[in-house]
């Protein structure tokens, strides 16, 4: 049974709108990038999909972390969307993630970084993209 995800998208003012996540948290603020004439400062459409990405491969590490037992201590990521001119227009070129994870002991630290690089190929946001999405990720003992 396929799942659904719905959004509702409004303009707001000139090339400004807000993104409303159906029966889910309040709408948020978007525009269009400052380098495509928008006024720039705040979430942009390449934000949203960095953002979706990183976030899906989050939930997928921690769900299989959870199953596996794994003692996560912290994750911080950051994630990049690039976008380069082509002869068709513009277009994602690819997504890279730069992720930190925190274990609580020294034994499952690789084990973690297994799970993390598992978790980037299971993630069916990243799965969905035509670019390439790439991951770096640093795991170490908190403390």
Not at 13 to 37: C, I, M, N, Q, Y
Not at 103 to 131: F, G, H, L, T
Request: one cysteine or more; charged letters at 20%; hydrophobic letters at 40%.
């Amino acid at each position: 049974m396929p799942h659904t995800f719905e959004v509702q998208i409004r303009s707001t003012t000139g090339l400004r709108g807000e993104a409303s996540p159906v029966g889910a948290a309040p709408a948020v603020p978007f525009s269009v990038p400052k380098d495509f004439g928008g006024p720039g400062g705040e979430w942009t459409p390449e934000h949203f999909l960095a953002a979706s990405i990183s976030s899906c491969v989050m939930a997928t590490f921690l769900t299989i972390a959870g199953m596996s037992k794994l003692a996560v201590a912290g994750y911080e990521s950051s994630a990049t969307c690039t976008m380069e001119k082509s002869p068709e227009g513009y277009r994602i070129t690819g997504v890279s993630l730069a992720v930190k994870i925190r274990v609580s002991a020294d034994k499952d630290v690789e084990r973690a970084q297994r799970m993390i690089e598992k978790a980037e190929k299971m993630c069916p946001i990243s799965n969905s993209m035509k670019p390439p999405v790439t991951l770096s990720a640093v795991v170490e003992r908190a403390g």
